[in-house]
């Protein structure tokens, strides 16, 4: 029957699924201009002895003066698939024009440390600055503290990881985080999280979880063996790594022609209360990934939403390990520009930019 928390998580997904749905059209307008693709070949490691990653996508990224700091999913080993995060620091101006020298030092930041990151390892970052610290937001993958918690037929887990990292890069703390109430806590499956605000230990949370629930039909055509994916958003204790049940809610739900959503990006604030993240779908007629934008409050409410406006393009884009995709993680505004640095088809990190008031102009506000 599974908990309390689960019945209770379920039951919101459920309502979000008939409620949530028809404020997104299948349309697909890409408003973004093709640079950079960053293949593995492209990044140095060195202060490991294997310095070409066969993989080298998904990247986190944040803007520091004209400094950007990229932390892109490094993966080694071609058989377990195990995956670190790097950090890679260039000028802005230097990664849009293209004109920089290659290979690109770069170092490991987080790799498999504990049991929860001990399987397939560090995925996925999104990246906050503060004044002092980067704070990180990955999937950690391993085995987790109950057998019990490991999904049906799985041999691990996806967690949601969070880490802090000195002006150095050094690690100053990392756990991962579990759902607490109804005398009950709770550790997901979850992944794609962002922070939104941070005050003290206190955080507001974009984030993913994933529920199981019994064979359901949602149609007369459509079986499901689980809830899908959706975009949550919640509050967050950064000192016990605790996220409150009575604050996690949906906010948008996959349509009709999607497997499953998800966030895709960090946030990043353009107006008093209001702050612009990149959302990911999964079409249903060709497993492609492709994104879009949307605007949430200081809260991780839904503010305005956009269709689709970056989806993958040509050979480059299109042909990887994870065919189809362009996914996530950095998103940053420089002078005039958005510029969404994103995971191509799990292999290589791609850079797109495009002028912010067109980006704007695409959400629908709600």
Request: proline share 6%; charged share 25%.
């Amino acid at each position: 029957m599974g908990s309390i928390l689960e019945r209770k998580l379920e039951q919101r997904a459920w309502r979000a699924l008939r409620e949530l749905r028809g404020i997104r059209a299948p349309r697909t307008h890409d408003i973004f201009a093709r640079g950079e693709v960053l293949s593995p070949d492209d990044f140095e490691v060195e202060n490991y002895p294997r310095k070409r990653p066969l993989a080298a996508f998904n990247p986190g990224a944040a803007l520091v003066g004209d400094r950007l700091y990229l932390f892109p999913r490094f993966v080694f080993d071609y058989y377990s698939y195990t995956s670190s995060i790097g950090a890679v620091e260039i000028g802005i101006e230097e990664l849009l024009s293209g004109d920089f020298p290659r290979p690109l030092k770069a170092r490991i930041v987080l790799w498999p440390q504990t049991p929860w990151e001990a399987v397939k390892g560090c995925e996925d970052p999104r990246i906050s600055f503060d004044s002092d610290r980067f704070r990180v937001l990955y999937t950690g993958v391993g085995k987790p503290d109950r057998a019990d918690e490991v999904p049906a037929g799985g041999r691990y887990k996806a967690v949601l990881g969070y880490a802090e990292l000195d002006l150095s890069l050094g690690l100053i703390r990392k756990g991962f985080f579990r759902v607490v109430g109804e005398g009950e806590e709770l550790v997901p499956g979850n992944k794609d999280s962002a922070l939104v605000t941070v005050k003290g230990k206190q955080a507001s949370l974009l984030t993913r979880p994933s529920l199981r629930a019994s064979r359901v039909r949602l149609s007369p055509k459509v079986r499901r063996e689980k809830l899908p994916d959706m975009c949550w958003r919640a509050e967050a204790d950064l000192g016990d790594f605790t996220i409150p049940l009575g604050s996690m809610q949906p906010v948008i739900a996959p349509e009709d022609w999607e497997y499953k959503i998800g966030w895709s990006t960090n946030t990043v604030r353009i107006a008093e209360d209001e702050y612009l993240v990149g959302w990911h779908g999964v079409l249903r007629e060709d497993l492609s990934y492709r994104n879009g934008l949307a605007l949430v409050d200081t809260e991780g409410n839904l503010v305005a939403i956009s269709d689709y406006v970056l989806a993958p393009q040509g050979l480059r884009e299109e042909y990887g390990d994870r065919s189809l995709t362009i996914f996530g993680n950095g998103l940053v505004v420089y002078r005039d520009l958005l510029v969404w640095i994103g995971g191509v088809s799990d292999y290589g990190v791609g850079i797109f930019t495009s002028p912010l008031t067109e980006a704007l102009s695409t959400l629908r506000r709600l």
